[in-house]
């Protein structure tokens, strides 16, 4: 699409942004690229046991560099949004609200910001397991590892590699298995980011109402930036309903991966604890906490810690037979408020 989103500016900037890495071109990825598929085919069994989510076949694995990650991300932005590219720009020129000249900028604007928020995250992430999209079903099912990152990890905390990467395997594992062995997951999550990217619209008073936001915020003790960040705070009412429902959809998959991760840790890797503790303190990391309020990804590391303590609290509370009642349908999800007050998850569903 010629009037679409420059992608290949948004691959450029992130690139810049992500830089490259002293062990990224050295024989320890190689290394860890012939032991990835081992690692995860074993941790996929132990998830399975562990979860009886029992996924259909194997994923594949692959050991990637920061551009790639970036590349492979973008690639999946662009297919997501591809539908609905047209309609917004159809939107816009309907409302009158940007000229041909201003929409170029602004899908510019678009690409810069986009690049550069996965620049900055294709320095921390350790792993992703790539959702399929129904267009492409035979380029997804895949397990990537950062081999980079994970490697600067290790070094830097003097991490067991082979325990530290089964460790990554496990968590990864444990997303594949809630997305394919879940039947309903995968389409209730898309359906969800295409509902975000499709209510994109102009709003009639929205400056007009932020501004109004911003004023009351400041009068009282009101967080201006809350915590789906700069797009919560441009979004509309409809938009806002739906970051919720993401946020917690992905505080509940996360939690449970991380519950998942540490159990089976737990008993197979002795140096699980230190691992785990390590992580923790990564993600708290105050030199980075503003940018990460700022553009919301907050949320995302708080989706651990959510995620985790609502499992846990059902656990205690009814059992891990009750954790299972998530996986029963779209209506068995918690509400982000219910992610607050599991005892309220529970009264409604169990």
């Known amino acids: 699409m010629t009037d679409g989103i420059p992608w290949s500016l948004a691959v450029r900037v992130a690139d810049r942004v992500a830089g490259s890495h002293p062990l990224e071109s050295t024989y320890h990825i190689e290394s860890f690229r012939r032991q990835a598929p081992a690692l995860l085919e074993r941790a996929g069994e132990l998830v399975g046991e562990e979860t009886g989510l029992v996924p259909a076949g194997s994923a594949g694995v692959e050991v990637v560099g920061r ?133 994109a619209e102009p709003e009639r008073g929205r400056f007009k109402r932020i501004i109004e936001e911003i004023k009351t915020a400041g009068e009282g003790e009101t967080d201006i930036i809350g915590e789906a960040g700069l797009l919560g705070l441009f979004a509309s009412n409809s938009q806002r309903e739906l970051i919720d429902k993401v946020q917690a959809l992905m505080s509940v998959l996360e939690g449970h991966g991380h519950v998942i991760m540490d159990r089976i840790g737990a008993r197979h890797l002795v140096t699980q604890e230190r691992m785990s503790s390590i992580l923790k303190r990564r993600r708290m990391d105050a030199r980075t906490a503003a940018f990460f309020r700022i553009t919301g990804l907050e949320m995302k590391l708080r989706q651990y810690e959510l995620g985790e303590k609502f499992v846990l609290a059902v656990e205690r509370e009814a059992g891990w037979e009750a954790v299972d009642l998530v996986w029963q349908g779209e209506h068995s999800l918690p509400t982000l408020d219910e992610i607050h007050d599991p005892s309220a998850w529970l009264a409604r569903v169990a």
């Open 67 to 199: 551009t790639d990650w970036v590349r492979r991300n973008v690639e999946f932005f662009s297919r997501l949004m591809e539908p609905a590219e047209e309609k917004i720009a159809g939107r816009l020129n309907q409302a009158g609200v940007v000229g041909a000249k201003a929409a170029g900028v602004a899908r510019r604007i678009v690409a810069v910001e986009t690049g550069a928020l996965l620049g900055v995250m294709s320095r921390r992430v350790l792993g992703q397991y790539e959702l399929v999209l129904p267009a492409d079903e035979s380029d997804g099912d895949i397990v990537f590892l950062v081999g980079p990152n994970v490697l600067a990890m290790e070094r830097a905390n003097q991490f067991s590699p082979d325990e530290f990467r089964f460790w990554l395997a496990l968590h990864e594992s444990a997303h594949r298995a809630q997305f394919t062995a879940v039947p309903w997951m995968q389409g209730y999550f898309l359906s969800l980011v295409q509902g975000l990217i499709e209510s």
